[in-house]
């Protein structure tokens, strides 16, 4: 069990198998990125403090929404809204202030943009590669089991990615991205580190949602 405390509020991670029985929040009907039309999400964004050892509030918020669901060259996919207040300061890994759209699809269990991009999967175990350059190679993989994640919004079961480099050498880089995401909810938390740092510069988490 472990209990991780980011300054003045808590986040609970107690990593269980799939198996293991918890008071989570209950699931909706079967729609693991939960992509329907109207659902609306927000997140907070966390800044980590090398003096305090903790994570503050940046003020930076990201309200997500399905607002269309559009037929592309014959494949439907969903319209997604973002839009980004409180980062006038550009904070490095926050997402810049204003409106983003983006077209996102559950191809198989596979969280997919209109570039083919794989955003998350829950079905496919295997290291997945991001993105490749001469110093390494940025992969991704699915975790094994389910962890409960306990944010403002509620307790989860989360299904777990993380994303890190791999250097030319063969080494692996100590800092990881994690994603957590829950069936019926979509994102309800992730990080975004340096390669070099294995502490996330910043911590976002799932504040409030409206899932139907």
């Known amino acids: ?27 909706p009907d079967a729609n693991f990125y939960a992509l ?9 964004n966390y800044k980590y403090d090398p ?3 903790t994570y503050q509030d940046t003020g930076v918020i990201d309200s997500v929404s399905v607002v269309g669901l559009e037929d592309i060259s014959g494949v439907k996919y969903f319209k997604m809204r973002r839009m980004t207040i409180g980062n006038e300061a550009g ?7 204003g409106e983003h759209f983006e077209y996102v699809r559950d191809d198989n269990g596979n969280l997919t943009t209109i570039d083919g991009h794989v955003k998350f999967s829950h079905t496919d175990a ?3 590669t991001i993105a490749a350059y001469e110093w390494g190679t940025i ?26 480099a791999i250097l ?11 994603f957590y995401y829950a ?11 340096t390669v070099t740092n294995e502490i996330p510069s910043i911590i976002r988490y799932l504040d409030s949602y409206n899932v139907q």
């Open 51 to 53: 003096g305090s050892e």
């Open 139 to 164: 992969v991704e993989q699915l975790m094994e089991g389910t962890t409960e994640l306990s944010v403002t919004s509620g307790v989860f079961d989360c299904m777990k990615s993380e994303r890190y």
């Open 126 to 128: 295997s290291l997945r």
């Open 36 to 44: 329907t039309l109207g659902n609306s999400w927000v997140y907070k």
């Open 183 to 193: 069936d019926g909810y979509g994102l309800i938390y992730d990080t975004s580190s």
């Open 91 to 97: 904070i490095t890994f926050c997402n810049p202030n």
């Open 1 to 27: 069990m472990k209990r991780i405390v980011f300054g003045f509020f808590a986040i609970i991670l107690l990593n269980a198998c799939s198996d293991t029985e918890s008071n989570s929040t209950p699931l």
């Open 168 to 178: 030319s050498n063969g080494d692996i880089a100590p800092g990881v991205d994690s």
